[in-house]
């Protein structure tokens, strides 16, 4: 994924589901670096590794390889 990219972020200390975001770094701290929008704007967050989910906006393309499971 290339940095920044466009995300949707779940985050349940701030209480946000599929909020639109802009994931901009991921540092060695454990901890993703986001513009994430409240009320009229967008503002810097650091939000932590262990407690987010961040989805890429954009779908990625299949292509023509199967996904194979070992289990």
């Known amino acids: 994924m290339e940095l920044p990219t466009q995300v949707l972020i779940h985050n349940q200390i701030l209480g946000v589901k599929g909020a639109k975001g802009a994931l901009l770094s991921v540092s060695g701290h454990g901890y993703y670096e986001v513009n994430l929008r409240f009320g009229e704007g967008f503002h810097r967050v650091l939000l932590p590794i262990g ?19 070992e289990r």
Do not use: H, K
Not at 51 to 69: C, M, P, W
């Open 51 to 69: 407690g987010t989910v961040v989805i890429a906006s954009e779908a990625e393309e299949a292509g023509d390889e199967s996904i194979e499971l």
